[in-house]
T-cell receptor, first 121, second 111 residues
Framework: EAGVAQSPRYKIIEKRQSVAFWCNPI?????LYWYQQILGQGPKLLIQ????????DSQLPKDRFSAERLKGVDSTLKIQPAKLEDSAVYLC???????????????????FGPGTRLTVT | KQEVTQIPAALSVPEGENLVLNCSFT??????LQWFRQDPGKGLTSLLL?????REQTSGRLNASLDKSSGRSTLYIAASQPGDSATYLC??????????FGRGTSLIVHP
């Protein structure tokens, strides 16, 4: 079974530029998460999707960050314009089930991709 | 708002010691708790997941326990090895199904 795929692995941009990250979850996983991890800290949830709907985006800086999961499979996270403080690792994760809250297999165990390291100069 | 604290922040031990890592959370109405390991420059690897109805889970040399009433979980590592060196993170999923992470415990096991 293939794991969570992310690209690119590394990105260096100047402040005020834009950048996009891509994530493809494990096949069949309906829940997809984007996290921001700043050096020395735990991951902070930016947005959680269930299929193509947003479950939570309360910590997403919506003036500059956007995310979409149009077909309920892969997802894109965009930053425009980037700031110095956006330098971090952006992690994508996915989990079961296919129906929110209702599946007896609803463990919501998260599986992570390798992450994208963003440096803003 | 759920807050998750991990103690200690860093730990350095000789090989062979048994270890206890702690994770505490403020809201006991949780759905599950998951322990992860993160190697430098890598993503997170799932170690153990405990559902709210469970008291503990075991995998090899790892044992995780959960006490919801006191808002605590512990990860026990038996007979530590240099390959166990990594950062260990716990994530608590609340009743709203939103996960919250702690800052992690950085572990070094030296030969």
């Amino acid at each position: 079974e293939a794991g969570v795929a992310q690209s690119p692995r590394y990105k260096i941009i100047e402040k005020r530029q834009s950048v996009a990250f891509w994530c493809n979850p494990i096949s069949g996983h309906a829940t997809l998460y984007w996290y921001q991890q700043i050096l020395g800290q735990g991951p902070k949830l930016l947005i959680q999707f269930q299929n193509n709907g947003v479950v939570d985006d309360s910590q997403l800086p919506k003036d500059r960050f956007s995310a979409e999961r149009l077909k309920g499979v892969d997802s894109t996270l965009k930053i425009q314009p980037a700031k110095l403080e956006d330098s971090a690792v952006y992690l994508c994760a996915s989990s079961f089930p296919t129906s929110f809250r209702d599946s007896p297999r609803a463990t919501y165990e998260q599986y992570f991709g390798p992450g994208t390291r963003l440096t803003v100069t | 708002k759920q807050e998750v604290t991990q103690i200690p922040a860093a730990l350095s031990v000789p090989e062979g010691e048994n270890l206890v890592l702690n994770c505490s959370f403020t809201d006991s109405a949780i759905y599950n708790l998951q322990w992860f390991r993160q190697d430098p420059g890598k993503g997170l690897t799932s170690l153990l997941l405990i559902q709210s109805s469970q008291r503990e889970q075991t995998s090899g040399r790892l044992n995780a326990s959960l006490d919801k009433s006191s808002g605590r979980s512990t990860l026990y590592i038996a007979a530590s090895q240099p390959g166990d060196s990594a950062t260990y993170l716990c994530a608590v999923r609340g009743g709203s199904y939103i996960p919250t992470f702690g800052r992690g415990t950085s572990l070094i096991v030296h030969p």
